[in-house]
């Protein structure tokens, strides 16, 4: 059978690069696409999968930017065929009360996180949708379940990913696509080694099991409902956060 094509948005990040590696260790061509704005975070990417030479590709791309969503999927499926899997994992933090937030650090935060998925869905759901077969994987995140201090932004658009989620499962739930969100709690990449040394300490103490998650732990979430065999999860939100915060 021929191999999934995997389309990872922030697949240079912590959490990113995981996501590629399970991806690519479950037989699929996983191209990483990121923003590639830090030179030596991309060296460092590209010696983490040297030894996944042909199967692990980076594109750049932004992806707040809808033409340049649209010219980086077509770019794909030149190089190596229909994108079966879109995983959307690009995002960023501007943390400030919303006393102190200027416009462009919300408008930078929901463009990113929030329409970089309006962006990236929109240019893959018509050719998934006509081929009867498409996975798509949002990360979105704990603090869009809770809300966090100082996250006004963030809160948001992670919470509006969870809307967008279950909207798009029902439109495209019949043409063989699922669209599922999961939700990590504090995982150990540069996002959170940024946090502050003194809030993140009380963060980290705050985790029921007393620790924050290893970027292997989000990743093997996403391969799962990635996998041809979970057809029959959409719409659906998977929380991965160290019992941080319990639903049911
Ligand atoms: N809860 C309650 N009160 C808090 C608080 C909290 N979590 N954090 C700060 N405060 C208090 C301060 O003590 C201060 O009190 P006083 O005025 O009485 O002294 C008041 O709120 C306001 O302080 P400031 O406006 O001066 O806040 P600041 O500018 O010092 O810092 C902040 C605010 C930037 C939000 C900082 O607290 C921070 O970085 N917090 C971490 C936020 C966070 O968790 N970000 C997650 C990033 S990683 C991620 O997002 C990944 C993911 O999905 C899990
Ligand atoms: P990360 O290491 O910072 O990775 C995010 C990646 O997205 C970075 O490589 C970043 O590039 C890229 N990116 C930023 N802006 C972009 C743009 N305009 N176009 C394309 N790519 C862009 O963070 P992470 O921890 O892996 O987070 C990955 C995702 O998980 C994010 O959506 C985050 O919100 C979410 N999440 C993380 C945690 C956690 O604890 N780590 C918890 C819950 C949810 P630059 O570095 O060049 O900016």
């Known amino acids: 059978m021929k191999k999934r094509i995997a389309l990872v948005t922030g697949g240079i990040g912590g959490l990113g690069t995981e996501i590629c590696k399970h991806l690519a260790d ?11 704005s830090r030179p030596e975070r991309l060296a460092e990417f590209q010696d983490e999968i040297k030894d996944y030479a042909g199967k ?67 240019n893959v759901v018509d050719s998934m949708s006509d081929r009867g077969f498409g996975r798509i994987v949002n990360i979105s995140s704990v603090n869009g379940q809770t809300g966090q201090f100082g996250q006004t ?49 009380q963060i980290v103490a705050s985790i029921p099991v007393g620790r924050l998650g290893e970027p292997s732990e989000i990743a093997r979430v996403v391969a799962f409902l990635a996998a041809d065999e979970s057809g029959f999860i959409t719409g659906a939100n998977i929380p991965v956060n160290g019992g941080y915060f319990i639903d049911f």
């Open 26 to 36: 479950a037989g699929c061509i996983a191209v990483a696409a990121d923003l590639g």
């Open 56 to 122: 692990i590709f980076f594109e750049p791309f932004n992806v707040a930017d809808f033409d340049s969503c649209a010219a980086l999927i077509k770019q794909v499926e030149a190089t190596h065929g229909p994108i079966d899997i879109l995983v959307n994992a690009a995002g960023i933090t501007r943390d400030t009360t919303l006393r102190k937030m200027s416009p462009q650090q919300w408008v930078d935060v929901l463009k990113i996180n929030l329409d970089g998925v309006f962006n990236m869905c929109r």
């Open 153 to 201: 932004n963030y809160s948001a658009a992670k919470a509006g990913m969870h809307g967008f989620t279950m909207a798009l499962a029902r439109e495209v739930a019949r043409k063989g696509v699922t669209v599922n969100s999961v939700s990590p709690g504090y995982c150990n990449t540069s996002m959170v080694r940024a946090i502050p040394e003194n809030v993140r300490s």
